[in-house]
């Protein structure tokens, strides 16, 4: 298998324009600022970019509302902006991947406004509507306790309309050729502005049967390998990463079997496990979890985190496990959302607890699959709970001890920047950061270089090893004779475990990646380690200094 399938190993970092960096101090961040911030993306070591929707909207999803796919919101600069963006990233070689929001639009979109204004639109059918209310639109609202109903009146329209998320977010109707034909065409569009895939919105949702009449959606994949072939034929190595919290079984439909679906998918199944894991200190769900997603083509690869811009969605979990989760993570009913999960960014979680967060990153990155950082994670940036719904974890990001924390020199910053506590951006900034080597800044710059010189991680055969405690997770990689062994001790305690049950029959020596110390099996060809609380290591296995034993294709 040739080895430049860059998105089987890449770094990927989350940013929302909106609230990264403001250049022209109007408050709002923009692609000006966004620009001057890559060479600190560089330095920090990752390797593409997912932009949030930056695309002309009222903003009402924070910009997951659509109105125009083909434009910059004049908010955070022009096309040009756009373009000396791309440009630069690519200077750097780092790629840029962008939301593409088409299961629904903005009803602000002129397609809707078209459609609801005249039955015979030729945009009528772009959208899903109903003479009656449809009788179960009382059902399946993915905002519970926000979201009242699926089907709302147009009074316009005259009709009632769907839409899986907000009443100002109606559904496209995905199946009519049209809607379809003009999703390759957004996607050719911004290809040919510079971006390398992207980050697919609600996907079940997008490709799921939709109408008053329908009330268990099919999923029309091949929906998903036509966009997938244009995607190639226009440029070979861009790629769609999939938003697709769906059970393992589903898997295989939505990577195809013979990979020729979405290249990547978020693992949603491996992140609730891990938050329960990280909770309860035992690893074996989270084991069973990665052993469920184990099994993708070759050429597919699964997008890890922890934290995104959403709630952590907890509605796959058992009852008492979500309980558990809640009451360690989230126990106040203001950190808690829809019902379902947790809207409070990870280090207030782990109450800036640097042994537990290490451990959670240590963790992320070394599972099977591609890290997707989110903005502020690498300094450790908290929430703000008193701002609404998932705005909370959505504040700017905080560059240093100025006012506003170095975002804005407008006195009015689009969302409020963190101030004052722990968190607050006089305490938690890059600019200090910086200049500490034990900082969470400097720690994940090595972290990220860590995994970028264990490529057997995004691309070797995973082993789950039994080390005999519920709270340690083994994992071992082969690829191409090289192996590399993560082991995390999710225990409060310390404990000592024997590990040769991974190792091959005569013993292996172990160099830990971090510090270069190295471990082998005593006389009785037991392999004791030690672990503190917390503590986490990635070796080596073998011994053989890894670059040189390296081979190229
Ligand atoms: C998923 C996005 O992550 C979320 O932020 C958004 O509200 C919905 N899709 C609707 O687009």
């Known amino acids: 298998m040739i080895n430049d399938l860059w998105y089987k190993n890449a770094i990927v970092y989350c940013l929302s324009v909106e609230t990264f960096m403001d250049a022209n101090g109007d408050g709002i961040g923009d692609f000006q600022g966004l620009q001057r911030r890559l060479d600190y ?91 009656k209310k449809p009788a179960n639109a009382d ?115 939505y990577f195809g079997a013979d990979g020729d679906r979405m290249q990547m998918m978020f693992n949603f199944h491996v992140n609730q496990a891990l938050f329960y894991a990280l909770a309860s200190s035992d690893a074996r769900p989270l084991a069973k979890a990665v052993e469920e997603t184990l099994e993708h083509p070759q050429t597919a690869q699964w997008g890890l985190f922890l934290r995104n811009h959403d709630e952590l969605d907890l509605g796959r979990l058992s009852e008492k496990q979500r309980q558990k989760v809640f009451q360690e993570f989230g126990p106040d009913k203001s950190m808690q959302l829809y019902d379902r999960g947790i809207r409070r960014r990870l280090a207030p979680m782990l109450q800036g607890d640097r042994r537990r967060l290490e451990l959670a990153y240590s963790l992320m990155f070394s599972l099977p699959g591609t890290p997707v950082l989110r903005y502020g994670d690498e300094i450790a940036m908290g929430d703000d709970l008193s701002l609404p719904e998932r705005n909370c974890a959505r504040t700017p990001m905080q560059w240093s001890t100025e006012p506003h924390g170095g975002f804005t020199k407008n006195d009015k910053p689009v969302l409020p920047v963190i101030s004052g506590g722990a968190f607050g951006f006089q305490h938690t900034n890059v600019a200090d950061q910086r200049r500490d080597p034990n900082s969470m800044l400097n720690w994940m710059e090595r972290l990220i270089r860590m995994r970028k010189e264990a490529p057997e991680i995004g691309w070797g055969d995973c082993k789950i090893l039994n080390p005999g405690n519920n709270g340690v997770l083994a994992l071992r990689y082969d690829w191409r004779d090289n192996s590399v062994l993560v082991v995390h001790n999710l225990n409060a305690t310390p404990v000592e475990f024997d590990l040769s049950v991974g190792l091959g029959d005569k013993g292996e020596t172990l160099i830990d990646l971090a510090d270069g110390g190295n471990s082998e099996a005593d006389e009785t060809g037991k392999h004791r380690l030690l672990f503190e609380a917390y503590a986490y290591r990635w070796y080596r296995v073998g011994g053989l200094d890894y670059l040189l034993k390296r081979k190229e294709v």
């Open 41 to 131: 993306l560089a330095g920090l070591g990752v390797n593409a970019i997912w932009l949030m929707p930056f695309q002309t909207s009222p903003g009402r999803d924070d910009g997951y509302d659509v109105s125009d796919y083909y434009n910059v919101d004049p908010r955070y600069g022009t096309l040009g902006d756009f373009v000396e963006f791309t440009h630069g990233a690519k200077q750097r070689g780092i790629r840029v991947l962008i939301d593409l929001v088409v299961n629904h639009t903005s009803n602000e979109h002129p397609w809707f406004q078209d459609a609801r204004s005249d039955p015979n639109s030729r945009y009528r059918d772009w959208y899903v509507w109903s003479d």
């Open 139 to 253: 059902e399946g609202m993915v905002f519970p306790g926000v979201q009242k109903t699926t089907w709302t009146r147009d009074e316009k329209a005259k009709q009632y309309y769907f839409h899986r998320f907000y009443d100002f977010q109606p559904d496209l109707n995905t199946a009519n050729p049209h809607v379809q034909a003009e999703i390759l065409k957004i996607m050719g569009f911004w290809l040919q502005l510079g971006v390398s895939g992207f980050r697919m919105d609600a996907v079940p949702f997008v490709i799921a049967e939709k109408g008053p009449e329908v009330t268990k959606p099919k999923e029309q994949f091949d929906m998903l390998r036509t966009f997938r072939e244009f995607l190639q034929w226009r440029l070979g190595d861009s790629i769609i990463l999939a938003e697709a919290n769906v059970v393992p079984k589903d898997n295989v439909k």
